[in-house]
T-cell receptor, first 115, second 110 residues
């Protein structure tokens, strides 16, 4: 069964450093998402991406964040200058079809720790 | 998207049916009811979704009331591996994001 994969599974970085989190969505999917979950809190939407552009973003997704689909398979989330409060699990998700005929499938997540 | 209300926690004995309720009294006509679960800190796992008819798949059944203001997720024969946080989410057809609440922490007891 096709799966969303994410690398790395864990990332430790120093405050102020740039990090890139990588995702390989399910191969025929067209819609891509990033969510995050701070320890003990709810899963929060960050951004959705379709047709090589951001289709929706949350207030959390400020200028420090960017997303890219550099080739036909990867979908990345970059945090330009990490802050302590960026420490969280980051989940990538992908979806095949428009509307509600298809649903979002999530990857296993990357645990980011900013020191 | 409509707001949902779920009990914070539930217990169920292994082998019994687990029935997880969800209230979504402000749901509108084009909004679907989705269920996901999250085991430990793993990625949310899709379970099932529906609009107004009851739905069943290999994982669970979804019963939606006729007025669509509430629904119940049924795990017919719960196992220890079904211990997780279960999220009921209402999402419109054109909406992109899933809005997660606190969910129901379901514990399956041996």
């Amino acid at each position: 069964e096709p799966e969303v994969t994410q690398t790395p599974s864990h990332q430790v970085t120093q405050m102020g450093q740039e990090v890139i989190l990588r995702c390989v969505p399910i191969s025929n999917h067209l819609y891509f998402y990033w969510y995050r979950q701070i320890l003990g809190q709810k899963v929060e939407f960050l951004v959705s991406f379709y047709n090589n552009e951001i289709s929706e973003k949350s207030e959390i997704f400020d200028d420090q964040f960017s997303v890219e689909r550099p080739d036909g398979s990867n979908f990345t989330l970059k945090i330009r200058s990490t802050k302590l409060e960026d420490s969280a699990m980051y989940f990538c998700a992908s979806k095949g079809l428009a509307g509600s005929k298809e649903t979002q499938y999530f990857g296993p997540g990357t645990r980011l720790l900013v020191l | 998207d409509a707001k949902t209300t779920q009990p914070p926690s539930m217990d169920c004995a292994e082998g019994r049916a687990a029935n997880l309720p969800c209230n979504h009294s402000t749901i509108s006509g084009n909004e679907y009811v989705y269920w996901y679960r999250q085991i430990h800190s793993q990625g949310p796992q899709y379970i099932i979704h529906g609009l107004k008819n009851n739905e069943t798949n290999e994982m669970a059944s979804l019963i939606i009331t006729e007025d669509r203001k509430s629904s119940t997720l049924i795990l017919p024969h719960a196992t220890l591996r079904d211990t997780a946080v279960y999220y009921c989410i209402v999402k419109g057809q054109g909406a992109q994001k899933l809005v997660f609440g606190q969910g129901t922490r379901l514990t399956i007891n041996p």
